[in-house]
């Protein structure tokens, strides 16, 4: 059995070698954080955006990992808004994690109307978690 667990631990290290275990995915939502737009980086945390807020930052921290190359999509939806309701609004593409977390952000030339929106994180296109949040008058 000594054997048998140096033959485990020198595939490991091959596959660490070789980049197999930097490929990362997630299973599910964690937490989300919504954040300011501060001259094109992430700004200071909110609880809710505003209307005037037209580019919106968001962190999604993702939980466990899954090894494999993967696709995630972030899809913007308005749920029940004074313009819109259950319309996508659009979605935000990424393809690599750092350190479990998608920095996604979404943006309108105009104000955002008020109302509930949501997330919904896709991974290789199934969704794996979403995320309820608010544009409110200030």
């Known amino acids: 059995t000594t054997g048998a667990i140096q033959h485990m631990i020198r595939h490991l290290i091959a596959a660490m070698l070789l980049g197999v275990s930097s490929l990362a995915s997630a299973t599910g939502v964690a937490a989300v954080t919504l954040l300011l737009d501060d001259a094109g980086s992430p700004g200071e945390e909110v609880e809710a955006f505003h209307p005037g807020d037209h580019h919106q930052r968001f962190r999604i921290e993702l939980d466990e990992t899954e090894l494999g190359s993967h696709e995630f999509v972030v899809e913007f939806w308005a749920v029940d808004t004074a313009a819109a309701a259950n319309t996508k609004v659009t979605e935000f593409k990424g393809g690599a994690l750092v350190a479990n977390t998608i920095d996604a952000d979404v943006s309108l030339p ?13 991974m290789d296109g199934e969704p794996i978690g979403s995320f309820d949040y608010e544009v409110v008058a200030p």
């Open 110 to 122: 105009r104000d955002w109307p008020v109302g509930s929106y949501r997330l919904d994180v896709l």
